[in-house]
């Protein structure tokens, strides 16, 4: 098992496992059409998981380096180094005595497939002491790709009497930390919006041949006043239909788009008047 050590602190890269070879004493007749694909799959899943061992970590220093006593809910920093062949995310969980003890942090960036050196802050909600820090790397799905337990010993207590001056390297790492995660919850954000219209215009596409459908429905369901009413869409609903094959035929590539804005509103009404003439049946029974 290979480790990696840096101002007292190590690193272990766990060995992951493959799949075993077949021995020579297990007498099994497999047809060869079978086997092939088999060990074609088996040489790939084993191929991705041996690649988790090119992620690298190590802890080059904490601030306030350990041992250290800090004020209620003050933030301890880390600075580590890595090196990955694919994007991870790095987290460290606060230990004591060898469970997970409650904190809070920052969160964590995506980090690039390179290498280079990563910020973290934690803090515990109350004052308590931790013996040892959980580092993680992780890909963008969460799995663990790399960790290891750190011993250390930091103390917070309820208050302290002075504040403490950060070491030089935080400032810097800090800002390239918040820069990633500001950067990130832009492109959440982008992505959110994105689903949200793909929703929509799938939604209001869809609408047009469910207009067609409950606009039939209800004039052969209802009788009267309501099924007067359900006629009402149909005049305007005619003409933006006859537009949209009239814009279809000169080529325009917005042929559609009154029929599909339009749509909607239709259908909403016609749920309407159903709605209404289903209470008034109701009513009068």
């Known amino acids: 098992m290979g480790q990696e050590c840096s101002a007292g602190y190590c690193f272990a890269r766990r060995p992951l496992p493959c799949f075993p070879r077949m021995g ?20 790939v899943l084993c191929s991705a998981i041996g690649a988790h061992a090119d992620v690298k970590l190590q802890l080059l220093a904490t601030d306030p380096q350990s041992p250290a006593t800090l004020g209620n ?5 880390l600075r580590i180094s890595y090196s990955s062949d694919r994007p991870i995310r790095i987290r460290a969980l606060a230990l004591s005595e060898g469970k997970v003890a409650p904190d809070m942090s920052g969160g964590s960036p995506l980090y690039e497939a390179s290498q280079g050196e990563a ?12 013996d040892g820090l959980r580092i993680l790397a992780e890909d963008p799905r ?10 250390v ?20 790492l800090k ?15 982008s992505m959110q919006d994105r689903w949200f219209l793909m929703v929509l215009g799938a939604i209001f596409i869809a609408s047009v041949p469910i207009y067609f459908v409950v606009q039939i429905v209800l004039l052969l369901t209802l009788r009267g006043g309501p099924r007067k009413a359900a006629a009402v869409p149909l005049v305007p609903m005619f003409a933006v239909v006859l ?7 000169a080529g325009s590539n917005l042929f559609p788009i009154l029929l599909i804005f339009l749509s909607p509103l239709a259908v909403i009404y016609l749920v309407v008047v159903a709605a209404a003439s289903r209470r008034s049946k109701a009513v009068a029974r």
């Open 119 to 130: 910020f973290y802050w934690l803090a515990p909600f109350q004052p308590q002491n931790i």
């Open 142 to 151: 969460g799995h663990v790709l790399a960790e290891s337990v750190v011993p």
């Open 73 to 77: 809910r003050e933030q301890l920093s």
């Open 243 to 249: 537009y949209t094959a009239y814009a279809y035929h």
């Open 24 to 43: 020579g004493a297990a007498r099994v007749t497999i047809r060869a059409r079978r086997l092939v694909p088999s060990l074609a799959a088996a040489a």
């Open 175 to 189: 800002s390239d930390y918040e820069r990633r995660i500001q950067a990130r919850a832009v492109i959440d954000r």
């Open 153 to 172: 010993h930091f103390t917070w207590i309820a208050e302290t009497d002075a504040a403490r001056v950060p070491a030089a390297w935080v400032s810097d």
